[in-house]
């Protein structure tokens, strides 16, 4: 390959391995400015930015995602590297700055050599030298770099110390002439395995060299008092207060209770701390849409605006909260290093269901919203294993199915009762986690129809040592995760809600009713139920009838299970429109509630909500597949139809099913 | 024959060579599982598996099965 020097502006890239310190080094040179940048046709996302201006370097800088090796071991992994090599967007880096942790030397320099026989111009940073320190050890990176070959500079990431002097190489290395045209190699896989063991060697030899114990006369005796009780080779033991505290964490029961503990916490400070937020977003959208209709009218743009526009808008930001509180805890337990635990603790028994330890996480995202829960499914390596992970994820109770759950609950239980709703509402969360495990062990079981792909389980993952958070790396993942489902879930939402509008608000655009005694705001209502009741979606949902039938229900739920198909809490303001509720926002669940226990099934004196139809429904809602942006993003991600298509004839189609078996055994029991 | 698989906890042993033939081989030495290491397992999850070794100043977590291609002496 040959390196094109005439791009208009020259590639810093970032690499480094997992847990070395990029992500800090790449805040530091670039601020909290990024941009997230897909791979064309990939799911592999690097963020490009530039330097601060205060560095004076006018150059494109790009994170790329951490490997360990420039030898690819999964599809994902393939393009990662490839792109090393040549950026699509960005061209050739002329430049790659390589983060090493400097207690890890021996592992991350495997790297920096396999980059530097592949012609790359490489400055090594190392970082971590506290940490060394720590160890009783010091590195010296004038020593390194005439051992290895190439500028070394130490960069503290806590104080920013060093960076100065990496501006000054990085401006050195950048003009120094470059006309010889440099060849790209890339490493040939099947002399690869030879040649990591030559490269380790190497670098045993290295770091043997350059890593020296602290001469210092105080250091000393502290590290010679460590020394009596390790062994003499002190930097190649791991941190000791990991060791005692994986322990407890690692332990074979107290630390599965503390893992169940930890993620119960936080499942619950998920929901206790967005509520008020998400009960902010409502409100405010609510008299928005408000302000919106008195403004504009009465008439079909002033309805599309308040009831289509902002409505919908409203139903996509009510679960930003939570998914920002969510990507916060999980990044600060990523950062601490336990998220690697959770994965570990985790693996053998999602093994069983053909799952991986890392399957742990973006499952856990599920329970927010199954759209950052499918992008966070990037990180499992193995395809075979990704594809099964995202295939379930809907099934985990994302946070739109808890408007539902409420109301269906409320139906049921009184009010007062707080106990009774709140058990039924952990019970739901239970059947949803154990089912949902069953489900993947089946299709895992049909593997070679459903997924289609076989792939190599493996499960290595580096524990790295216990670390007090930073909210600078968190709060990069947490931005960028939000964006995501705000630019996928948005778009969908957003159109597919002004289309179930513009349905239920035409052909009868001017309903004749008696207004006689009746306030502008109320004749507005009657119109609008009066409009929703003769128009498309009620005709449409009229050919629901056969198929809600059997299941006890009629049209009128049809409709707005079908509407739900946008987003699952859209089936609440689907039956507030149908059931022609009026009110005050206060109210307005009491005089739903109220028209469901009056509704009866068209033509018949039978009650349309009982409690068998009522669980019939929660039963529907825990299985079927009904979110719109969930189906485009799974599609996105696994690069076809097939896997989305399937979740929904296999999902929505069982969810009928059960929803069957429900409602008719509970009255075969004699149940209403 | 003597894996990683085998170890106590606790206890420590030299690898004298990777099983060339485990699917997953490539990456066990890209991480730091060669010939010559001393390795200690430090920790074992649930059902004995995956399996946590001390290396090269870190803890790396591999699975039963993969811990069985490293030999030790």
């Known amino acids: 390959m040959i390196a094109n020097t005439t791009v208009s502006t020259p590639l810093v890239t970032l690499v480094g391995p997992p847990n070395s310190g990029k992500t800090t080094l790449f805040n530091l040179l670039s601020g909290k400015n990024f941009k997230t940048v897909n791979y064309p046709g990939s799911t592999i996302e690097y963020n490009s930015s530039h330097f601060l201006p205060k560095f004076d370097i006018n150059c494109n800088l790009l994170d790329s995602p951490g490997i360990i090796s420039l030898v690819p071991s999964s599809p994902d992994e393939t393009i990662t590297i490839n792109s090393l090599y040549e950026h699509p967007k960005f061209g050739i880096p002329k430049l790659v700055i390589v983060t090493v942790d400097s207690s890890q030397l021996s592992r991350h320099l495997l790297l920096v050599k396999q980059l530097l026989s592949s012609n790359f111009s490489v400055i090594i940073v190392l970082t971590m030298a506290d940490i060394l320190k720590k160890k009783g050890f010091t590195i010296s990176a004038s020593m390194l770099e005439e051992k290895i070959g190439c500028k070394v500079v130490k960069i503290d990431g806590r104080t920013g110390k060093g960076i100065e002097d990496l501006i000054t190489v990085v401006k050195q290395q950048l003009q120094k002439e470059n006309d010889e045209v440099t060849y790209l190699n890339k490493i040939v896989p099947n002399l690869h395995a030879e040649n990591v063991l030559n490269h380790f060697k190497e670098i045993e030899a290295i770091e043997n060299e350059v890593v020296n114990q602290i001469a210092d006369e105080k250091d000393l005796r502290r590290a010679n008092e460590k020394l009596t009780t390790l ?130 996480v973006p499952m856990l995202s599920g329970f927010a919203c199954a759209i950052p829960a499918i992008l966070a499914a990037r990180t499992i390596s193995n395809r075979k294993e990704r594809l099964l992970t995202i295939f379930i994820i809907p099934l985990m109770s994302c946070s739109a199915r808890l408007p539902v759950y409420a109301l269906l609950i409320a139906f049921i239980i009184p009010k007062e009762n707080f106990l009774m709703g709140g058990f039924i509402f952990s019970f739901i969360y239970l059947f949803s986690i154990i089912s949902s495990v069953i489900i993947a062990g089946i299709i895992n079981k049909f593997n070679k129809s459903i997924i289609r792909e076989e792939d190599n389980s493996s499960f290595i993952l580096e524990l790295p040592a216990y670390k007090i958070p930073r909210f600078s ?54 119109q609008k139920m009066e409009r929703v009741s003769t128009s498309y979606a009620a005709q449409i949902g009229k050919f629901t009838e056969p198929i809600m039938k059997p299941i006890g229900m009629d049209w009128r739920i049809g409709v707005s299970l079908i509407s739900a198909f946008v987003a699952r809490e859209v089936f609440v303001s689907a039956l507030v429109l149908i059931f022609k509720i009026t009110g005050d926002e206060e109210t307005l669940r009491d005089s739903l509630l109220n028209a469901m226990r009056n509704a009866e099934i068209e033509g018949t004196n039978q009650k349309l909500f009982t409690p068998s139809t009522i669980l019939g429904l929660i039963v529907f809602f825990v299985f079927a597949m009904q979110c719109l942006s969930t189906v485009a993003v799974a599609k996105k991600e696994t690069g076809s139809w097939r896997i989305p298509i399937l979740q929904i004839l296999i999902f929505s189609g069982f969810a009928y099913f059960a929803a069957f078996i429900t409602v008719n055994g509970l009255r075969l029991l004699g149940f209403a | 024959m003597k894996t990683a698989a085998n170890l106590n906890f606790g206890e420590k042993a030299f690898i004298t060579a990777i099983d060339e033939t485990h699917p997953s081989f490539r990456r066990i030495i890209e991480i730091g599982f060669t010939p010559g290491q001393e390795i200690e397992l430090v920790n074992k999850s649930i059902f004995n598996d995956p399996l946590a070794f001390s290396l090269r100043g870190t803890v790396i977590a591999i699975r039963k099965n993969e811990a069985e291609s490293i030999i030790l002496s």
Do not use: C
């Open chain 1, 231 to 360: 062994s003499q080779k002190l930097q190649s033991k791991p941190d000791s207060f990991t060791l005692k505290l994986d322990k407890i964490l690692l332990h074979p029961i107290w630390g599965l209770v503390l893992f169940l503990f930890i993620t119960g916490a936080m499942f619950t400070s998920i929901f206790w701390l967005a509520l008020p937020l998400m009960e902010l977003v409502d409100e405010s959208f609510a008299s928005l849409a408000n302000l919106a209709s008195n403004y504009f009218g009465y008439n079909w743009y002033g309805d599309l605006i308040s009831d289509g526009i902002i409505s919908s808008a409203g139903a996509v930001l009510i679960f930003v909260p939570q998914i920002v509180i969510l990507f916060l805890i999980l990044g600060f337990l990523e950062d601490t290093g336990y998220l690697a635990r959770g994965a570990m603790l985790i693996d053998k028994p999602l093994s069983k269901i053909g799952l991986n330890g890392r399957s742990f």
């Open chain 1, 473 to 526: 790396s968190v709060y990069r993942n947490t931005i960028s995760s939000t964006k995501a489902y705000l630019k996928e879930a948005g778009p969908v939402i957003i159109t597919f809600s002004i289309i179930l509008w513009a349905l239920t608000y035409f052909p009868n655009t001017n309903p004749q009713i008696d207004i006689t005694n009746l306030s502008p705001e109320e004749v507005h209502e009657v």
